[in-house]
């Protein structure tokens, strides 16, 4: 289904009771984005939200693709698997050996239908070009300071469109863009992404950069932005094959070379020059729920802003998860699973992101196992596949048709996962390239991995007996605490409650090695029997609060430098790692939370804002997290 606009999807998600409209004043500054974490995280309150009075022209739409269903509504769909089998179903025909001429002709139909999908740049002005602001300023625009060691204002949800100056290849990706006055935004374009590689080659150019930033219309271009897709591959294809009709495009007015959606709300105008000194641009509060720190990033200078009449501004927030960014996720992990299976990995059976391990950290994949050493070979082929390239921990377990086990019943997987597992020989390390936001790596970009293959073991691969594991009668949380102090909490649910052999352990540490020491001890306490894996994370994380722990262990991991074996059980090392302690070098960011004065002022406000009964700010219950000082965390030696 396609959108003829923004404001039709606003109308949608209004009729389906999906959205509420503020009509009373919420600054940009810091307000919006409180509010919106509060909704975003209360799954029985979770709506779109609609800022009529954003103190400028526009009204803001935020948290629009926030729930399952929403993100379906925007897609035009009922349901996200939908969209994987329209791909399957349409790549299984091309695919198909076609043996004689009649059904060769069959597939026409089929391959005009795709076709009618493809872009097309129209002549004319289109509808994001009916205003043309005689003086370009960023500022007449609601842009959103979301949280309060953020650099500034960021526009969170541009979709930025570059060409390859060689091929003419177009690309829209979509990185955060800082206002740093009227007509000055600096471009986050991290050094693996594609409209970084066309920077680079417009610098050998030694030529300007033309660029165009679309905000708005049909929601399927804003997913698209996002999509992990081949280098060789238009995202307005895939949008076009999403909506099941083709994306128009007009060319820009001061940037011609570049064609923008004829129904985008925003078209911001411009250009990077890359023979220009570059700009210190952050920090802002990332999709990982850590500070992403201030570093030096491109310049680009607004030449032109154009907009629909009753344009309608989009954004988003990012955070401590969920926030609206994990259904966008969740979209194109089910999206992408059949080209990864048909072209990669075709004994993959399905494929789980959870949404505490903020995308490439955590990924599970479940495959239809049919020889020995098949689960190394997998792990091999994802992470050479695209962006699954960034991910730090993979986990292998069997397919449902031979476990009878939903991927995403993750107690029950997990059980199983560990029941098939021996951690001195199912768990492997490697290396290479990682999200440049990954802030546990020793050198940015490039850090650990670590796949755990717990599909079930043929006989060449057992090297010992593998038995289900029962808590031993023995076991006591207190006594782990009386005998070793530095023990703030030990969480022992998933070994109670679902057999599975993994301690969770937060740590207060307080010397080089501590965390490695207090393993090689530990595991040899009574009670211990049986144990797989001890995860360790910070002494001001609850041990016994099991999404805390996976999201803070998944962001504080560097698998391959901070691992160690002590009796066949496997330490994994989730602190927060200083020059002190852990000789590391790089700055650590601070996790994200809301400032007290913003609290307030919501709170305050909350009567006026017609969402009901005062939801009270998630940032509250992660205070006690915080370390001290700003973005980056200041070591108190």
């Known amino acids: 289904m396609a959108y003829k606009s923004l404001r039709a999807f606003v109308d949608a998600l209004e009729k389906a009771g999906e959205l509420v409209r503020i009509k009373t004043f919420v600054d940009p500054v810091l307000e919006i984005a409180e509010i919106t974490d509060r909704v975003s995280k209360t799954p029985d309150r979770n709506k779109a939200l609609l800022f009529e009075n954003t103190g400028t022209d526009f009204p803001l739409l935020i948290n629009s693709m926030g729930s399952d269903r929403r993100m379906c509504m925007a897609l035009g769909i009922n349901h996200l698997d939908d969209a994987m089998n329209d791909i399957d179903g349409l790549l299984k025909k091309m695919s198909t050996p076609k043996n004689g001429l009649l059904e060769k002709l069959a597939m026409l139909p089929e391959l005009g239908k795709f076709a009618s999908y493809m872009p097309k740049v129209v002549s004319g002005r289109g509808a994001c070009q009916e205003v043309v602001m005689a003086t370009p300023d960023l500022g007449k625009l609601p842009i959103l300071k979301c949280w309060p060691e953020d650099g500034g204002r960021f526009i969170t949800l541009p979709a930025i469109h570059t060409k390859d100056p060689i091929s003419g290849m177009r690309n829209i990706g979509m990185y955060r863009m800082q206002e740093f006055g009227p007509t000055l935004t600096g471009m986050h374009w991290h050094r693996h992404k594609v409209s970084a590689r066309h920077y680079n080659e417009y610098k050998k ?79 802002f509060g990332d999709h990982t729920g850590y500070y992403s720190l201030a570093d030096w990033y491109p310049r680009f200078h607004v030449t032109a802003i154009t907009h629909k009449k009753d344009a309608i501004y989009p954004a988003t927030i990012v955070g401590i998860p969920p926030q609206e960014d994990a259904w966008i996720g969740k979209a194109t992990e089910r999206i992408f699973l059949t080209p990864i ?49 960034f991910n730090k921990i993979l986990v292998l377990a069997d397919g449902e048709k031979t476990s009878g086990i939903k991927i995403d019943d993750y107690g029950k997987l997990a059980r199983d996962v560990f029941n098939n597992l021996n951690p001195a020989t199912d768990i492997y390390f490697s290396q290479g390239p990682m999200d440049v936001l990954d802030h546990s790596c020793s050198k940015m970009g490039f850090g650990g991995k670590m796949c755990i293959d717990g599909t079930r073991k043929t006989e060449e691969e057992i090297t010992a007996p593998l038995l289900p594991y029962k808590i031993a009668a023995a076991f006591s949380a207190k006594t782990l605490q009386q005998r070793f102090p530095e023990i703030a909490s030990v969480g022992d649910a998933l070994m109670r409650q679902w057999q599975i052999p993994v301690l969770l352990i937060s740590v207060e540490k307080d010397r080089r090695g501590h965390v490695a020491e207090l393993h090689k001890e530990l595991v040899d306490q009574p009670g211990m029997d049986g144990i797989k894996m001890v995860i360790y994370v910070e002494h001001t994380v609850n041990a016994n609060d099991i999404a805390d722990v996976l999201w803070r262990f998944c962001n504080n991991l560097d698998p391959r430098r901070d691992h160690f074996y002590s009796n066949g059980v496997l330490g994994l090392d989730g602190t927060r790692k200083t020059k002190k302690h852990d000789d590391f070098d790089r700055p650590w960011p601070n996790i994200i939370v809301a400032a007290d004065e913003t609290i307030a002022q919501i709170d305050k406000k909350w009567h006026e804002l017609g969402l009901g009964e005062l939801l009270i700010s998630p940032s509250l219950r992660y205070k006690t997290q915080l370390y001290r000082g700003g973005a980056t965390v200041l070591d108190v030696e």
Do not use: S
């Open 341 to 389: 299976k048909m072209t990669m990995v075709p004994e993959i059976a399905d494929m789980n992101m959870p949404v505490e391990g903020v995308f490439h950290n955590l990924v599970i994949a479940t495959i239809n196992k049919e020889y020995p050493g098949q689960g190394q070979k997998v792990m091999n082929a994802m992470w050479g596949a695209g962006q699954m390239m």
């Open 205 to 283: 150019l030694g030529k300007r950069m033309p660029v165009a930033v679309a905000l708005g219309g049909d929601p399927v271009y804003t997913y698209a932005a996002t999509a992990p897709l081949p280098d060789n591959v238009d995202e307005y294809m895939l949008a076009g094959f999403l909506r099941k009709k083709k994306v128009e495009l007009v060319r820009c007015i001061t940037q011609p070379d570049i064609e923008v959606p004829a129904d985008a709300d925003f078209i911001i105008e411009g250009y990077v020059d890359p023979a220009e000194e570059m700009i210190w641009e952050g920090p």
